[in-house]
């Protein structure tokens, strides 16, 4: 039973641009929350979708992120106009159920480097 | 105050030492509670779920104190591969993760 994936696992980007990074969930589990790491920070909470469902953004920033995890195919954290405090790790995790209740495992991440 | 609160560390221990990690919380209805670990630049795994009667797997115990709204993690007889960062993990929604403490276990 393959793990979450990522891809890809780095990534640069110069300012400016765009930054997708993608996550495939566990099979069987079709809750996915993306979290940011930042350098010498704790993990923190961005995003929980369901399939074509996103259920609570509260940890978004409220510009230039954006995530989707559409009926068929990974869930995409979308990053526009990418700036140099973007860098950080952007970790994706997935469980069977919701609501927070239920262990989460996590993909080996992403690591966004913004030149 | 912060969500979720751990030793600042890092915790430098000899092999074969017990050494316990300390952590709070703020929100009294949070529901579930884990530890995880975090090695150096990778992801988070899960070490243990935390329930109130106590739970003990190998050389690892966690407590969980609701009405103090407090968790601890024992690791007894540490070995160089527990070298890692301790995640104190709290759930209500979502997972809100303490900044973890550190140990390093040396020979």
């Known amino acids: 039973n393959a793990g979450v994936m990522q891809n890809p696992r780095h990534l640069v980007r110069r300012r400016g641009q765009e930054a997708r990074l993608r996550c495939s969930p566990m099979k069987g589990h079709s809750h996915v929350y993306w979290y940011r790491q930042l350098p010498e920070e704790g993990l923190k909470f961005m995003v929980y979708l369901q399939k074509e469902n996103i259920i609570d953004e509260s940890g978004m920033p409220k510009e230039r992120f954006s995530a989707e995890f559409p009926k068929e195919g990974p869930s995409i954290l979308r990053i526009q106009q990418v700036v140099r405090g973007d860098s950080a790790a952007y970790f994706c995790a997935s469980s069977p159920l919701g609501q927070g209740a239920y262990e989460q495992y996590f993909g080996p991440g992403t690591r966004l480097t913004v030149t | 105050r912060k969500e979720v609160e751990q030793d600042p560390g890092p915790f430098n221990v000899p092999e074969g030492a017990t050494v316990a990690f300390n952590c709070t919380y703020s929100n009294s209805a949070s529901q579930s509670f884990f530890w995880y670990r975090q090695d150096c630049r990778k992801e988070p795994k899960l070490l243990m779920s935390?329930?109130?009667s106590g739970n003990e797997d190998g050389r690892f115990t966690a407590q969980l104190n609701r009405a103090s709204q407090y968790i601890s993690l024992l690791i007894r007889d540490s070995k160089l591969s527990d070298s890692a960062t301790y995640l104190c993990?709290?759930?209500?929604?979502?997972?809100?993760f303490g900044k973890g403490t550190m140990l390093l276990v040396s020979p």
């Open positions: 993990v709290v759930s209500y929604s979502t997972l809100t």
């Open positions: 935390v329930y109130s």
